[in-house]
């Protein structure tokens, strides 16, 4: 089994950057790809970004493209999400979660999210 711990969310002003760390534990994570996504109440979890198991391989959702990076450090198993340029409709719950390699369940595992606010 894998575990995530999201952190690293807060309460910051429009333009303003955020760094959020995902933790994963139980057994390294390095085969994984590795995604966030985020959630504001009433509506479905969106797709923010994802990263290849090597960190050669990156995708982000259109509203973040330039803004966000998301990176991966195996030997820490560890995954980050670098968000600058914040804008108040980022508000929302980041997950981090995890999708392992020949599974029947596209990311299997999750964290329990971060909140990040971002005010006007």
């Known amino acids: 089994q894998v575990q995530l711990v999201e952190s690293g969310g807060g309460l910051v002003q429009a333009g303003a950057s955020l760094r959020l760390s995902c933790a994963a534990s139980g057994r390294t994570v390095s085969t994984y790809l590795m995604a966030w996504f985020r959630q504001t109440p009433g509506n479905e979890r969106e797709f923010v970004a994802s990263i290849s198991s090597s960190g050669r391989s990156t995708s982000y959702t259109d509203s973040v493209k330039g803004r966000f990076t998301i990176s991966r450090d195996n030997s820490k198993n560890m995954v980050y999400l670098q968000m600058n340029s914040l804008k108040p409709e980022d508000t929302a719950v980041y997950y981090c979660?995890?999708?392992?390699?020949?599974?029947?369940?596209?990311?299997?595992?999750w964290g329990q999210g971060t909140q990040v606010t971002v005010s006007s």
């Open positions: 979660a995890a999708d392992a390699p020949n599974s029947r369940i596209s990311y299997g595992y």
